[in-house]
C-alpha cells in the first residue's frame, strides 16, 4: 500500500497563514493582541517563571505574587506594543517587572532582597579569580552592599539565574556588547572592593 501525503492549508486570516515564520510564543501574543481572552495562554506559560523572578528580589512572597498580577495586568494593557524581537515573550515581562520593581524601591525606600545560592557565589568567584573560602564569601556579598541597584540587576541575571548576555540585553533594553562590557566592569569594581577591605 502507498502512502500518500496531503498538505493542510490553513484558512484564510487564521494566525498560522499570516505568521507561519513567528515563533509559538509569538502566534501566542498575536491570537491574544486578535482576542485578549487568549492572553490566558501567556499567564498560564509564565506565570510560575516571572513569579520566581519576581520573589528572587522580593522579601516576601505575598509581595512577590502581588507583583506578578501587577506585571500581567500591564503587560495585557500594553501587548498591542509589543513587538517580536527573537525573545521569548518572558523577556518583555521580565523588563516590565524590573520597572515594577525600581519604582517600588525607589517609592518604598527599603532595601532590596538578593536570594543567592553558593553556586552562584562560586561562580562569581572563580570570575574574580579568587580562591572560594566562607571569609572570601563574606567580603564578596559586603562589597555588593555598595551596588546600585542597577548594578546589582545585572549581576543577579549574569550570575545568579545564569541568563546569557543576548537575553539581559533584550531584559534591559540595551544591546549584547554594552552589557557584557557593564559585567566586566562590575567585575572589576567588586574585586576592587574587595581588596580595599
Known amino acids: ?24 510564543d509569538d502566534q501566542m501574543v498575536l491570537a491574544a493582541k486578535a482576542d485578549r481572552s487568549q492572553f490566558g495562554a501567556l499567564y498560564t506559560k ?6 520566581r523572578f519576581i520573589y528572587q528580589r522580593m522579601s516576601s512572597r505575598e509581595e512577590a505574587l502581588d507583583m506578578t498580577q501587577q506585571v500581567f495586568l500591564q503587560a495585557m494593557i500594553a501587548l498591542d506594543r509589543y513587538e517580536p ?7 518583555w515581562l521580565y523588563r516590565i517587572a524590573l520597572n515594577e520593581i525600581n519604582t517600588r524601591y525607589r517609592k518604598t525606600k527599603n532595601q532590596r ?4 545560592d553558593d ?10 579569580q579568587e580562591p ?10 559586603a562589597a555588593m552592599q555598595h551596588l546600585e541597584e542597577d548594578e546589582v540587576q545585572v549581576l ?3 550570575f545568579f539565574e545564569k541568563r546569557p548576555f543576548k537575553e539581559i540585553a533584550e531584559i534591559r533594553d540595551s544591546n549584547e556588547s554594552a552589557v557584557k562590557m557593564k559585567v566586566y566592569r562590575l567585575l572589576d569594581k567588586l574585586k576592587g572592593i574587595m581588596d580595599r577591605k
Request: no cysteine.
Open 46 to 51: 509564565y506565570h510560575d517563571q516571572l513569579a
Open 132 to 141: 572560594y573560602s566562607e571569609e572570601k564569601e563574606e567580603l564578596l556579598l
Open 119 to 128: 553556586s552562584s557565589m562560586h561562580q562569581v568567584m572563580d570570575e574574580l
Open 113 to 116: 532582597t538578593i536570594n543567592i
Open 156 to 158: 543577579e541575571m549574569r
Open 85 to 91: 524581537r527573537g525573545f521569548p515573550f518572558s523577556s
Open 1 to 24: 500500500m502507498q502512502a500518500t501525503t496531503r498538505q493542510i492549508t490553513p484558512m484564510p486570516g487564521t494566525i498560522e497563514e499570516t505568521a507561519p515564520h513567528l515563533s509559538a
